[in-house]
């Protein structure tokens, strides 16, 4: 089992309750930094961010924007997970730019998948106590 965290606005649970999907987002392979090619945005396969980690503790990266992306997981049974170390090694990622991506995080938690995940791949979708 693998989680995918999300907020409760409409814009994100409630467009993903809508259609029925996980969609994939930017992976980050590419930097912003032209000095750490591939540089730019969709630069590797968009992807589904998922963690082991079954609460979002400490920081995962789920943390900045406009709304807590802890307040609500979706738990995923799928197959085709790869883990963010190496997919990050296998696609590219200039090193520096992985290390400063990861900085203070648990990227030996994550995982990916090239591919939206649709509901019937989904077991649960909580709502956490104490999100905003």
Do not use: F
């Not at 609460?55 to 992306?69: N, R, S, V, Y």
């Amino acid at each position: 089992m693998l989680y995918h965290y999300t907020c409760r606005c409409e814009l994100h649970l409630g467009s993903i309750l809508r259609e029925g999907t996980l969609r994939v987002s930017e992976s980050n392979i590419g930097s912003a930094d032209p000095k750490m090619p591939p540089c730019g945005e969709h630069i590797g396969p968009d992807v589904v961010w998922l963690t082991t980690s079954e609460h979002p503790w400490g920081t995962q990266g789920l943390e900045g924007g406009p709304c807590d992306k802890t307040a609500v997981r979706i738990v995923v049974d799928v197959v085709d997970a790869h883990h963010w170390p190496e997919w990050s090694k296998r696609h590219g990622m200039h090193p520096r730019w992985r290390r400063s991506l990861e900085r203070d995080c648990y990227p030996n938690q994550w995982y990916v998948v090239e591919r939206p995940i649709p509901q019937e791949e989904w077991v649960s979708v909580d709502t956490l106590a104490g999100a905003q």
